[in-house]
């Protein structure tokens, strides 16, 4: 598989292509990271050092990669945190230029815009422009809970809700464009306060997983999530298998960064569960 991923990159730690490129390189993908800002570590520490790109240099690496005669050969277009409201307009001319290319290619969004505890954290221009012109581009959207609540209008998917609130949500995404949902970081009125859900929702039906809730919270997760998911469902061709695979990896990397003490994702010492993960969690038809 040959991915093009158009997202942020740090160097210290792992988010954005820091955190996605290693584990699909790892699965045996090529990718392609197109880097959106360069900074010294991710923005939760509260300071770091590094540019924000100009959105007319990330069009130039772009159309650079375009004109090596690459885009053909794209299987799918990977994005997630968008710098700058001008950024999506780039990302959105990528897309279309690798589908004019190859049509069978698809194009995956992670909406990162924020979570239930902390509400919104993107630049206030960003989240309008995902709902109106990015996601209705995407074959595949991955938001967490709070951002389907965003995208949909629905604000009491920021509380634990119910399954059917959750996926006539998601059927409403699905409604816009993409064909297949990921939700990430599901609470669920009805799941034990122990344990968190991801669900995933396509034309066949809904899927869910559920792994215990370890005490933690790291970035970059969601960034790993995206990318893996792209990756197996591509490979399997379905939406189940994908699940299963990407709970497994995605739990093993945390209970590793859990055991090492480290603030940042452990992707490295990890690798070997993203790279074959194992059966661990029983995925479930919920429609």
């Known amino acids: 598989m040959q991915i093009l991923s158009v997202q942020s990159s740090v160097a210290f730690g792992h988010v ?39 959105p007319a240099d990330v069009r130039e690496v772009v159309i650079g990669i375009e004109e090596r005669g690459a885009f053909p050969t794209v299987d799918a277009v990977l994005s997630g945190y968008q710098g700058s409201p001008e950024i999506a307009d780039v990302i959105l ?11 069978a290619a698809t194009y995956t969004c992670d909406p ?26 995407a074959d595949i959207v991955t938001p967490n809970q709070f951002e389907l609540g965003f995208i949909t209008g629905h604000d009491s998917l920021g509380e634990p809700s119910a ?20 939700i990430t970081s599901v609470d669920r009125a009805e799941v034990p306060d122990e344990e968190i859900e991801m669900i995933a929702v396509t034309g066949d039906g809904a899927w869910s ?29 379905s939406p ?15 209970e590793e960064t859990l055991a090492s003490g480290h603030r940042e994702l452990q992707i490295i ?12 969690f029983e995925v479930t038809q919920v429609r």
């Open 16 to 54: 954005g292509n820091s955190a996605a490129v290693f584990p699909l390189q790892r699965l045996g993908h090529e990718v392609w990271p197109v880097f959106t800002v360069h900074f010294s570590n991710h923005t939760g520490y509260g300071a770091w050092r590094g540019p924000l790109l100009d």
């Open 163 to 182: 399954l059917e609130s959750i996926l006539a949500a998601a059927d409403e995404v699905r409604a816009l464009g993409p064909s297949t949902v990921l």
């Open 93 to 103: 001319d990528a897309v279309a230029r690798v589908k004019a290319a190859n049509p």
């Open 240 to 254: 189940a298998e994908a699940l299963g695979k990407t709970a497994a990896s995605i739990f093993g990397v945390l």
């Open 112 to 137: 990162v815009m924020g979570n239930a505890k902390s509400g919104c954290f993107v630049n206030p221009a960003i989240p309008p422009i995902i709902c109106e012109k990015v996601v209705p581009a």
């Open 269 to 280: 010492a990890a690798q070997e569960v993203i790279a074959n993960p194992p059966a661990r």
């Open 209 to 237: 997983v559920r792994t215990p809730r370890l005490p933690m919270k790291v970035n970059g997760s969601g960034d790993v999530t995206a990318a893996l998911f792209t990756a197996h469902l591509h490979t399997t061709g």
